[in-house]
């Protein structure tokens, strides 16, 4: 089982509002990623980072922005919320020789 | 640029029928990895396989089996005897080498619905 895990699961929020979507893996994994997933449709990554002090933006364009000063810790943070970024948020990580492990994901709804 | 193609967005069928999930691919990389991935309504991704491209043996585990076919770009994912917990939706999705495992290129995702 993954050790990975995000915080909140359930985020409502209202517009204008700055939020922080937690994740932490116990795995010493270097390699972390951000990736946004719309109602029914496919995920596409938004931001990764393949070790501390190391963040790089993903394929979809995304206003919020994260950080890397923990190994196992990966923040992403929106500075003003927006209904736009209503979404689900699942973070993972890798040793880059495996497969990518899943967190259970933060459904973030923005009012 | 890399693309993975789900073109069968939702199947339904009824428990204990077998069903084929397709999966095609592009790349331009020669090392690249193939990946399942389930996501039940629970919401998480639950890694069911990864496949390197020099690795074209098919693979079966309990009633999953892949077909992975490089002549044809495709990866396809058969559940037999299927069952109500099956329903999910599945996700197929492709790196490239020096990510291998997290940099994932995903389908659009097949919803299944296993119905008793």
């Known amino acids: 089982e993954a050790d990975i895990y995000q915080t909140p699961r359930y985020l409502v929020i209202g517009t204008g509002k700055k939020i922080t979507l937690e994740c932490s893996q116990t795995?010493?994994?270097?390699?972390m990623y951000w990736y946004q997933q719309d109602p029914g449709m496919e995920l596409h990554l938004i931001h990764y980072s393949y070790g501390v002090n190391s963040t790089e933006k993903g394929d979809l364009s995304s206003e919020s922005t994260v950080s890397r000063i923990r190994t196992e810790h990966f923040p992403l943070t929106l500075e003003s919320a927006r209904p736009s970024h209503t979404s689900q948020y699942l973070c993972?990580?890798?040793?880059?020789?495996?497969?990518?492990?899943f967190g259970q994901g933060t459904r973030l709804t923005v009012v | 640029a890399q693309k993975v193609t789900q073109a069968q967005t939702e199947i339904s069928v009824v428990e204990k029928e077998d069903v084929t999930l397709d999966c095609v691919y592009e790349t331009r990389d020669t090392t690249y990895y193939l990946f399942w991935y389930k996501q039940p309504p629970s919401g998480e991704l639950v890694f069911l396989i990864r496949r390197n491209s020099f690795d074209e043996q098919n693979e079966i585990s309990g009633r999953y089996s892949w077909n992975f076919q490089k002549s044809t770009s495709s990866f396809n994912f058969t559940i037999t005897a299927s069952q109500v917990v099956d329903s999910a939706v599945y996700f197929c999705?492709?790196?490239?080498?020096?990510?291998?495992?997290?940099?994932?290129?995903f389908g659009q995702g097949t919803e299944l619905s296993v119905k008793p």
């Open positions: 795995m010493g994994h270097d390699k």
């Open positions: 993972a990580s890798t040793t880059g020789s495996t497969e990518a492990f």
């Open positions: 999705a492709l790196s490239g080498s020096y990510n291998q495992g997290g940099k994932l290129i």
